[in-house]
């Protein structure tokens, strides 16, 4: 089935380091995406990882991917509070032709000085 | 990345009206775009895709006589509520895809705020 889960809330002092957890259970993703939303507004696509991939990362956020227990993070380095938003992780399966998106409830990050 | 957008922002309509919300691709040609329901606090449910010159395809439980998808170019494409209720209240959201690189990527439109009286 497609399940996605992440864990709801997480709080972290400025300037610390930020891990955001997800698990999905399709194993036949093709891509995993972590989208950062906002308050009121869309979603802006922040990074993602090709399947095959165990690690991308692009500036202050690291994506680490454990296929075989099917988790995968998002680490965000040096946490500033303009990261204050809400993070979903997507996993993309193949339905129709395309790559259907399969979201997480997000998890909302806080962070405090 | 690539920019969509959607038209309104934010509406706010009477029992019984159709609200017509308009998602564009303004710098690549998108032939499918998706239309997504976001409840508060909650995640994106997919509710349809939309394709370019052919009929929407509507996921389990989503009613296709009441929201309308038509996609009549490229870079456009809307989602009709029709006869709403106060339950239709939402977020609403569309992405439009973009296959024109190595990688099938979807980008997402700033949302429409839908408040039924």
């Known amino acids: 089935g497609e399940d996605v889960e992440q864990s709801l809330f997480l709080s972290v002092r400025e300037g610390d380091s930020s891990v955001i957890n997800c698990t999905y259970t399709?194993?036949?993703?093709?891509?995993l995406y972590w989208y950062k939303q906002e308050p009121g507004a869309g979603l802006q696509l922040l990074t993602y990882?090709?399947?095959?991939?165990d690690m991308k990362q692009d500036q202050r956020l690291t994506v680490l991917l454990n296929k075989k227990d099917k988790h995968l993070s998002l680490r965000i380095a040096d946490t500033q509070t303009g990261d204050s938003a809400i993070y979903f992780c997507?996993?993309?399966?193949?339905?129709?032709?395309?790559?259907?998106?399969?979201f997480g409830a997000g998890t909302r990050l806080a962070v405090h000085p | 990345g690539a920019v969509v957008s959607q038209h309104p922002s934010r509406v706010i309509c009477k029992s019984g009206t159709s609200v017509k919300i308009e998602c564009r691709s303004l710098?690549?040609?998108?032939?499918?775009m998706f239309w997504y329901r976001q409840f508060p606090k909650k995640s994106l449910m997919l509710m349809a895709t939309?394709?370019?010159?052919?009929?929407?395809?509507?996921e389990q439980g989503v009613e296709k006589d009441k929201f309308l998808i038509n996609h009549a170019s490229l870079t456009l494409s809307t989602l009709t509520v029709t006869s709403a209720h106060p339950e239709d209240s939402s977020f609403y959201i569309c992405?439009?895809?973009?296959?024109?690189?190595?990688?099938?990527?979807?980008?997402f439109g700033p949302g429409t705020r839908l408040t039924v009286l």
């Open positions: 992405s439009a895809r973009d296959y024109s690189g190595r990688r099938d990527t979807q980008y």
């Open positions: 399709d194993s036949s993703s093709t891509y």
């Open positions: 990882i090709f399947s095959n991939m």
């Open positions: 997507a996993e993309s399966l193949l339905s129709g032709g395309y790559n259907k998106l399969i």
């Open positions: 710098d690549f040609q998108a032939t499918t």
């Open positions: 939309s394709n370019e010159g052919s009929k929407a395809t509507y």
